[in-house]
């Protein structure tokens, strides 16, 4: 028999072939004891320390099948090398693309001036009544039409969301380790992308956190932006060097940000961060529904119980 542990944090489904067997855990608790000899630990939402501790507790454990785009969580827990990590990429491409535009839409129709002027009760005639046109002297990033936009991380999330900015009216280009065509639109590596950068109106970061992604996004990075652009991250916190977005947006060398996460999460109440009137932060919102979770757990332990190759396989460094 098969046992598959399930967390609590979301309803979960999947039809199981015959073999497997399914429980429900807390994931705000331990592991009990009659569910520790479980061969797969199915994550969404887990505390740090409860992933550490069902790293101990399970000696059978073989599979760990993370509902989070990124498995950074389940990768930093301490499980045994020989347990297979798979994640939840393509759960979260609708959410945080939606997620993305909607930042960006913010930061170009400036409505975090706007409640602003709501909550004081004025009328502001600085963000309404006649305006520059888009692409014109002194316009700024107001528009995504004619936009252009670089979106460094070009995967399934990109493919979602670069669409929706087309449509739209931008121009998009994604910066990759590899140069090429991904779902129709131009990839560069980042080693090109530093002479597009001068010409962008908007940087997105859909990042993973990797070894070779902290703090990639950087001054020389940000500086190298035009004084009008403005940068979005939905991917991770530990991507950014935050002390230098905070100096750049100080010196109004750039023009705005929106971050949906942070190195530290939650931001603390006494980062500079949160003082920013040209920053918008939201709390880790863009994602947070795994759409299609039980497909792919279906799909996923169907092959693990019969020894089949397993979607979303992350290979695990060292």
């Not at 609708?94 to 409505?111: C, F, I, K």
Request: avoid cysteine; charge should be negative; glycine fraction near 10%.
């Amino acid at each position: 028999m098969t046992l598959v542990l399930l967390p609590d944090t979301i309803p979960l489904d999947p039809r199981v072939p015959e073999g497997v067997h399914t429980a429900i855990y807390d994931v705000r608790a331990r592991i009990p004891a009659d569910l520790r000899d479980a061969d797969a630990l199915v994550v969404w939402g887990n505390p740090a320390d409860r992933l550490a501790e069902a790293a101990r507790d399970l000696p059978e454990l073989r599979w760990v099948q993370s509902l989070a785009a990124g498995p950074d969580s389940v990768l930093a827990a301490g499980f045994d090398p020989a347990v297979v990590v798979t994640s939840g990429r393509g759960l979260h491409d609708g959410p945080v693309a939606e997620h993305t535009l909607a930042l960006l839409l913010a930061l170009a129709r400036r409505l975090p001036d706007a409640v602003r002027a709501q909550q004081r009760r004025e009328w502001s005639t600085e963000i309404g009544g006649l305006q520059p046109i888009p692409g014109s002297d002194g316009a700024g990033f107001r528009s995504l039409s004619g936009a252009r936009v670089l979106i460094w991380g070009f995967g399934s999330i990109a493919a979602r969301l670069a669409p929706a900015l087309t449509l739209l009216g931008a121009q998009v280009v994604g910066i990759a380790s590899t140069a090429g065509q991904r779902a129709g639109y131009p990839v560069v590596t980042i080693d090109e992308a530093r002479d597009l950068l001068p010409r962008t109106d908007v940087l997105i970061d859909i990042l993973p956190a990797t070894a070779a992604t902290r703090r990639i996004v950087d001054d020389g990075i940000l500086r190298r932006l035009p004084a009008h652009a403005v940068f979005v991250n939905v991917g991770r916190g530990s991507t950014v060097d935050e002390g230098a977005l905070l100096h750049v947006l100080q010196e109004g060398r750039l023009a705005g940000a929106a971050v949906d996460v942070t190195a530290t999460e939650p931001l603390p109440p006494d980062s500079p961060l949160w003082d920013l009137p040209n920053l918008l932060i939201t709390p880790h919102a863009a994602g947070g529904r795994p759409v299609g979770a039980d497909t792919l757990l279906v799909d996923n332990i169907g092959a693990f119980h019969t020894g089949e190759p397993l979607r979303n396989t992350v290979v695990r460094p060292g």
